[in-house]
Each structure stands twice: as structure tokens, then as C-alpha cells.
T-cell receptor, first 113, second 114 residues
Framework: EAAVTQSPRNKVAVTGGKVTLSCNQTNNHNNMYWYRQDTGHGLRLIHYSYGAGSTEKGDIPDGYKASRPSQENFSLILELATPSQTSVYFC????????????FGPGTRLTVL | GDSVIQMQGQVTLSENDFLFINCTYSTTGYPTLFWYVQYSGEGPQLLLQVTTANNKGSSRGFEATYDKGTTSFHLQKTSVQEIDSAVYYCAMRPLYQGGRALIFGTGTTVSVSP
């Protein structure tokens, strides 16, 4: 069954530390996305990718980098984590046509102390 | 700019009550609109999508209606059950590409008591 998986599911980091969140999809979708979910803000787009080797900035990219080394994998990198980046992060994949469904992973809960 | 507004942050119901969640959007033209549902501990999943071509969509007992005149898109269910307790997100795909993904509303938490 096609799926989007994320690791780790929970992460506690220290301020100033580096954090890498990983996402893997077996949907063979070209597009992948990283969102963060916060109360009162819903889902906000951080970075996205059209395919291997491509990354694009979303609505709130500051403080985040992304890497898409292959069709299946898309990482979100926090080089210098801050407490304001405490959130739940979701990865999603989708076909090239933006009008079609996005498939979400189960989320990663990140706490930055 | 483009936006999706969900005014209802929380809705509390009893089983067999009627559910109505409203969403309004702002963009150029007539976008494709979606309702996503997120159950506790899971990622969001598509509930249904509607374009201007059909104006209505339905899935799992839920119905959504797209009103171009008022730029609104509401979700309803005649008789909710406890298993419908979840967060519901309205989302929009603007007509232009511009590199965007979906634009989500802030979500409505629906709590249904038995």
C-alpha cells in the first residue's frame, strides 16, 4: 500500500542544535511538501519539491532548509533550532498536477528546549 | 492575497446532531476546494474535493457545497457519530500555479459525545 512515513515520530532538541526530520514515500509521486501545524494557524507550507534535486520555498521557510536526494526521500533541516520551531511537522506527497490529492505522513512532534 | 478562512475553531455536538462547518476563500477566479479530515494521532487525509464543474461533493456521509456567489464552501453531515470527532480543514488550490501547494484554513475541531 502506498504510504508516507516520517522519522522520528517524536524529537526533543536543544536550542542551537541541528535537527533533521526525514520523510519517505512509496507513492512514486513527484511532489513532496513539508508543513508545520500549530494551533490557530492550521497547516503552513515550509518547503516543497518538484522532484529529486529540487527544493522550493513555501510560505514560512525562514530557519529551515530542505533536501530531496531522491524521488522517495525529502528531509527538513533545522540548522540552529529555536523554541519557536516547536511544532508538529507533516510531510506530504502528491502527483505533479497540483489539483489532485496530497497524501500526508503521520507527523513528527518536535520540541525545542 | 489568497486565503482560506474557517471561523469556527471548535464545534461540540452530540451523536445524531447536524454538523455544519463553513469556510470562505479569497482568490482570483474559481479554485478547486477540498475538505481534509485529521483524526487524533494521524496526518490529514482527503475527505472530498469539489470544483465549480459539479458544485457539490459527498463522501462517507458528508456533503460539501461550493457557492461561487458568496465564495464559500461548507461541509455538512446530517447525523454525526462519535467516530466523526476530528479536525476538519478546508483547503484551496488556486487557479494559477505560482509554485504553491494547497492553502489550508486553520481547522475546526469537532467533538462528538455519545
Amino acid at each position: 500500500e502506498a504510504a508516507v512515513t516520517q522519522s522520528p515520530r517524536n524529537k526533543v532538541a536543544v536550542t542551537g542544535g541541528k535537527v533533521t526530520l526525514s520523510c519517505n514515500q512509496t507513492n512514486n509521486h513527484n511532489n513532496m511538501y513539508w508543513y508545520r501545524q500549530d494551533t490557530g494557524h492550521g497547516l503552513r507550507l515550509i518547503h516543497y519539491s518538484y522532484g529529486a534535486g529540487s527544493t522550493e520555498k513555501g510560505d514560512i521557510p525562514d530557519g529551515y532548509k530542505a533536501s530531496r536526494p531522491s524521488q522517495e526521500n525529502f528531509s527538513l533541516i533545522l540548522e540552529l533550532a529555536t523554541p519557536s520551531q516547536t511544532s508538529v511537522y507533516f510531510c506530504a506527497s502528491g502527483v505533479r498536477d497540483w489539483g489532485l490529492e496530497q497524501y500526508f505522513g503521520p507527523g513528527t512532534r518536535l520540541t525545542v528546549l | 492575497g489568497d486565503s482560506v478562512i474557517q471561523m469556527q475553531g471548535q464545534v461540540t455536538l452530540s451523536e445524531n446532531d447536524f454538523l455544519f462547518i463553513n469556510c470562505t476563500y479569497s482568490t482570483t477566479g474559481y479554485p478547486t476546494l477540498f475538505w481534509y479530515v485529521q483524526y487524533s494521532g494521524e496526518g490529514p487525509q482527503l475527505l472530498l474535493q469539489v470544483t465549480t464543474a459539479n458544485n457539490k461533493g459527498s463522501s462517507r456521509g458528508f456533503e460539501a457545497t461550493y457557492d461561487k456567489g458568496t465564495t464559500s464552501f461548507h461541509l455538512q453531515k446530517t447525523s454525526v457519530q462519535e467516530i466523526d470527532s476530528a479536525v476538519y480543514y478546508c483547503a484551496m488550490r488556486p487557479l494559477y500555479q505560482g509554485g504553491r501547494a494547497l492553502i489550508f484554513g486553520t481547522g475546526t475541531t469537532v467533538s462528538v459525545s455519545p
